[in-house]
């Protein structure tokens, strides 16, 4: 009798299972970009720091629901960083998503896109963009959030387990906010997450000539002195090879040639880059003419890249058409610096491209006065120090952002580097390479997709096991309400951690054995 019994309740759950594994996979919005581009808005705040300044701004956010195992779930809370933010990607946060039946939820950053308090972004009304306000902003915003998730429900006083998410600079908001607000998140992802202020930031020129190769290498720092010559002996036909003759500052120029370069690796594409170079030097072809194809045909045309976003007298502009550019040149001046500037020896980038070009532009475009302090933004928050706990930092090999991110794992804070040859910024929810987009972040096309995989499977690990210790017992991820009975009529409730459950039914971790028991 006893065997028959346990041959039903196996049949049940296997039923249970496949029933939520149907309706997952049904929900997958096969080959789109995002999963969501739905517009939804709230109320901001737009000074959390002034006790009398009450101004609001129109925010802008995403929601999607389709994988959550409402009510109860957890919420994935992606930051959207400096760019306007259109909708939610479908990357692997999408997979995340449906393994764990998360809602997925993304606040536009305040200023960028829709969401600016103003229609002038003249330098005093950008007074209020900074990533300390950036931080409130998510915190308000969750808290809204889950309000009004509650009232969904028709519950009260109900906190969902949420997990933070970014990439770049909002994977350093994700790794402030776990610092800044830990009982607002179980944990934090800060996926090539810059959480260091640099000043002269000479190690991301470096990283680009080891991720090129000593042979490229030498082809682009043969190229830039090339380059450097003929901008002294006619700057105006050199720049109109590149199509770029409306920068009429040379180090914009540079600059310009330099992103081209670095921004190539920084997104996983070398072989857009290396092989035509070096075969051009091969065949002793024009060099400078080789790489200004390849700017024009790749970076400009295929990355959709203009010259004009380097163009000091654009960014001066307080009403562009791509405010991006103005708004996070601002955000560079006055917090985080990150001056790009040629290393002493062996750079790739031309040597004008220094700390006083990178100054001279801050004060050209935003005025005196607007001045990165660095060490004030690594005292508050700490920098690589960075003292909190349960935040996960994952780098690719050649982003040359790594080095201002956290590479050293310390307790509670693991750091992952996924090494490939297209391995750059964002590989882990970006896939290779990480530009153009590829859905789901797939990780076909990496040079070593099992590097970006193993750190995908410890990320899951991290999420799983951080939701589970998060909520309290009594309603907590980790924990499931059973009634045991123990006779006709006689029953009684009990919190069973679901690490027992999955030992008991097979269960094979703690996202697949809530799914089957819940129902």
């Known amino acids: 009798m006893m065997g028959s019994r346990a041959r039903i309740v196996s049949l049940l759950l296997a039923f249970l299972f496949a029933r939520a594994a149907e309706r997952i996979a049904a929900a997958a919005p096969a080959g789109s970009r995002h999963l ?259 700017v024009k045909d790749f970076y400009i045309k295929k990355m959709e890249t203009p010259p004009s976003s380097y163009d000091r007298e654009y960014l001066k502009q307080t009403t562009p058409d791509d405010s991006g550019s103005r708004l996070w040149w601002f955000q560079v001046c006055s917090e985080v610096a990150y001056f790009q500037v040629a290393p002493k020896n062996d750079s790739v980038r031309s040597a004008r491209i220094n700390t006083k070009y990178h100054l001279d532009l801050c004060r050209n475009v935003f005025g005196e006065g607007v001045y990165p302090d660095v060490f004030m933004t690594n005292l508050y928050y700490g920098g690589t120090g960075i003292t909190a706990s349960k935040i996960v930092f994952t780098n690719g090999s050649q982003d040359p952002w790594r080095h201002a991110s956290k590479q050293k794992s310390s307790k509670d804070m693991p750091s992952y580097l996924m090494k490939c040859r297209n391995c750059g910024h964002g590989t882990d929810l970006r896939g290779c390479p990480q530009w153009p987009f590829r859905t789901e972040g797939d990780s076909s096309n990496c040079s070593s997709p099992a590097a970006v995989n193993t750190v995908r499977q410890r990320i899951a690990k991290h999420i799983d096991l951080w939701l589970s210790q998060c909520n309290k017992p009594s309603v907590g991820y980790g924990s499931l309400p059973l009634w045991l009975y123990s006779g006709p009529g006689n029953r009684r409730l009990v919190v069973v951690p679901l690490g027992k459950i999955g030992k008991r039914f097979g269960c094979p971790g703690v996202s697949l054995c809530r799914e089957i028991l819940r129902t």
């Open 36 to 294: 969501t581009k739905d517009e939804r808005w709230m109320n901001q705040r737009l000074d959390h720091f002034s006790p009398t300044d009450h101004r609001q701004f129109k925010q802008r956010y995403f929601e999607f629901l389709d994988y959550h195992r409402a009510p109860g779930g957890p919420v994935f809370l992606r930051i959207c960083g400096e760019s306007a933010c259109d909708g939610i990607p479908n990357d692997y946060l999408a997979v995340l998503a449906k393994k764990f039946g998360a809602a997925v939820v993304t606040p536009e950053h305040r200023y960028y896109g829709k969401s600016s308090p103003f229609k002038q972004l003249t330098t005093e009304n950008l007074r209020f963009l900074s990533s300390k306000q950036a931080l409130f902003d998510l915190a308000v915003f969750r808290q809204y959030y889950q309000e009004s998730l509650n009232a969904r429900y028709n519950r009260s006083g109900f906190d969902n387990p949420w997990f933070v998410i970014g990439i770049s600079y909002s994977g350093a908001l994700s790794a402030w906010f776990r610092l800044k607000f830990p009982h607002l998140t179980c944990g934090s992802l800060a996926s090539s997450g810059v959480v260091l202020a640099v000043y002269n930031y000479t190690d991301f020129d470096k990283q680009v000539g080891e991720s090129a190769g000593p042979e490229c290498k030498a082809v682009l720092q043969e190229i830039t002195k090339l380059v450097d010559e003929q901008l002294r002996l006619d700057s105006h036909s050199v720049k109109a090879l590149f199509g770029a003759q409306t920068l009429k500052n040379d180090g914009d120029f540079l600059f310009f040639l330099a992103d081209a370069t670095a921004i190539t690796f920084q997104y996983g594409n070398p072989d857009a880059l290396c092989p035509q170079l070096i075969k051009a030097k091969k065949n002793k072809k024009n060099l400078v003419e080789a790489y200004a194809q390849f």
